[in-house]
């Protein structure tokens, strides 16, 4: 399957990014200069998940904020595709979105990339704070 990545556009945007490409990949239309006008995003901080998850349900998206501990990982690779809070190496944290999982390949969309990137399990595992939101496409709805 083809997926469709949106470049984050500013350093805080990331999640917002994510969105365009979850409404993407439900099919659903939107203008990604809208999405950035919603609300007043923190712009050194960027978006909570409870905006995220405000913002979806306006699209008809149902999404669930759940933590989970590390042990527990390997369990959320089955719920494609979600957004993940992942900690990069500079410390900052940052949201991606996971598309699918293909045997040790974890299979992402990362706004601050131009591309799909793959990664091994490990490595997602290391990257992920336990932090996801759960996705589920429940209505049309338009914004």
Not at 4 to 28: H, T
Not at 39 to 64: H, M, P, S
Not at 108 to 121: E, N, Q
């Amino acid at each position: 399957m083809k997926y469709i990545i949106y470049r984050q556009k500013k350093s805080y945007d990331c999640g917002i990014a994510c969105i365009a490409m979850i409404l993407s990949f439900y099919n659903i239309s939107f203008d990604y200069d809208r999405l950035m006008t919603l609300e007043e995003i923190d712009t050194e901080r960027g978006c909570n998940l409870l905006y995220l998850v405000k913002i979806l349900k306006e699209f008809g998206v149902k999404a669930d904020g759940y933590h989970i501990e590390e042990d527990e990982y390997g369990s959320v690779l089955q719920l494609t595709p979600f957004i993940a809070n992942i900690k990069i190496i500079s410390g900052v944290f940052h949201y991606i979105v996971v598309f699918e999982c293909r045997g040790d390949d974890v299979i992402i969309g990362d706004p601050s990339k131009d591309y799909m990137i793959t990664i091994s399990r490990g490595r997602f595992y290391k990257l992920f704070t336990g932090t996801f939101l759960e996705l589920k496409y429940v209505c049309e709805k338009a914004l």
